[in-house]
């Protein structure tokens, strides 16, 4: 089959398959899919709540499906439009349990549906962040159980890592290399053309499918370790009486010092994918330290901010229970408005476990979306009138750089600057 005969459907319409069906439809037949109407129907109005797509492009990828029938973009929720499509592209989430499992279902359920309308000669393509091993060994099964067809017989797989980064506007789709694997040699062939078709930096091809697999999971891993290094620095340092960033700066005049920064570590990926990595280890009968030493720290360190923040409370003689404190920010990263995983929230539990009142300011989150999944209402505006006792800066927000720091200064409220952007005459504790 021509690479241009490919008809593809992206399967998740969010911060990583959006941008991608906008991308293969400029070049392509492609059908966005999701299985939520509404995300469906704000897409539809030109609409994008995760501020990660190029509505310019969309809206050219869709009259170009208007003007020639042959490419160009649509959107669905209904499986049966999936009939059309020979190309699958699976972008849906992969989070873990309360008990850091990963949960495989929004996975197996977009398999489940693909099993629908899945024909001979297919390709299922994963994106989502897993285990090595995870699209042989659980994702097949489902495929070739529901469709009677054969693997890599009748039907075949690849898999390409998403390397999305919310928010960042340098490092888009089109920009950034991607890994590419096919389930046979020829597969791997398309996969990776496919994906060369839309990419300005081309692709690194993986030799099989768990290499894709692994290199996902090791690189935000990597990434976890090497923050909580920096994490466990800052607890030492707050031992010692000296600050982190002093020592971090001394230390980066070493040709071959890599500056991580101590911080908050949530989002989509690097407080996930550890966890499935050290899943598959565990599996295989292998206890991984490293990976889950870093993971235990990196979680710690929102009761230390929590803690530390009301110790310098009762320095400058607050009173701690009815206390109130402000939270500036509770994304998981600056500038933009993704909440996943964020840990902004257990700041605010452990304060409230204390007794104090916490009020949460965002002008990137999306209210109805902390209140669902946090439980957590935030603050319409800041009132200019009332007292808090701390400020503690979480996310470093392009707003926030305009803040009146130093007018809660002169009320002798406590600053505490997760993020290292506050004026440092201005702060009385950071990481």
């Not at 500036?328 to 929230?345: A, I, M, S």
Request: with cysteine; net charge negative.
């Amino acid at each position: 089959m021509n690479l241009q005969d490919r008809q593809i459907a992206v399967i998740g319409l969010g911060y990583v398959g959006l941008p991608l069906a906008i991308e293969y439809g400029k070049k392509y037949r492609v059908i966005g899919f999701d299985i939520f109407k509404a995300r469906v129907e704000e897409l539809e109005r030109g609409e994008d709540h995760t501020l990660e797509a190029d509505l310019v492009g969309m809206q050219q990828a869709r009259d170009a499906f208007r003007s020639t029938g042959k490419i160009g973009l649509t959107f669905s929720s209904d499986p049966e439009d999936l009939k059309q499509v020979n190309t699958y592209i699976v972008t849906v989430p992969t989070p873990i349990d309360r008990f850091n499992n990963p949960d495989l279902t929004p996975l197996l359920k977009a398999s489940e549906t693909i099993v629908k309308t899945l024909n001979r000669g297919d390709i299922v393509i994963y994106e989502s962040t897993v285990y090595p091993g995870c699209t042989e060994e659980d994702c097949v099964p489902v495929l070739e159980k529901n469709s009677g067809l054969k693997f890599n017989v009748d039907f075949f797989c690849g898999y390409s890592p998403e390397r999305i980064n919310p928010g960042d506007k340098v490092n888009t789709l089109t920009k950034i290399k991607k890994i590419t694997s096919g389930s046979t040699p020829e597969v791997a062939d398309i996969v990776d053309a496919l994906y060369n078709s839309i990419l300005l930096n081309g692709t690194h091809r993986a030799p099989n499918m768990k290499v894709a697999e692994a290199a996902k999971a090791v690189e935000n891993s990597q990434r976890d370790v090497n923050i909580s290094f920096m994490n466990e620095l800052a607890l030492i340092c707050d031992r010692v009486g000296i600050d982190t960033n002093d020592v971090i700066e001394a230390a980066g005049t070493k040709w071959n010092f890599l500056k991580y920064r101590p911080g908050l570590v949530g989002g989509h990926c690097i407080s996930v994918d550890p966890y499935y990595l050290a899943h598959k280890a565990r599996s295989l009968g292998y206890d991984p330290q490293v990976i889950l030493s870093g993971r235990a720290v990196n979680n710690s360190i929102a009761k230390f901010i929590a803690d530390k923040t009301l110790k310098l409370m009762i320095q400058k003689d607050h009173k701690i229970k009815n206390a109130n404190i402000l939270i500036l920010g509770v994304t998981f990263k600056e500038n933009c408005p993704d909440c996943r995983n964020t840990k902004v929230v257990d700041i605010a539990n452990e304060l409230e476990d204390f007794g104090v009142n916490v009020d949460i300011y965002d002008p990137w989150a999306n209210p109805a979306v902390v209140k669902h999944e946090y439980g957590k209402n935030l603050l319409p505006v800041i009132d200019p009138n009332k007292q808090y006792s701390a400020i503690i800066a979480c996310v470093s927000h392009k707003e926030f750089y305009n803040f009146d720091f130093k007018k809660y200064q002169e009320q002798d409220a406590v600053i505490f600057d997760v993020k290292n952007f506050v004026d440092r005459s201005l702060v009385d504790g950071r990481l």
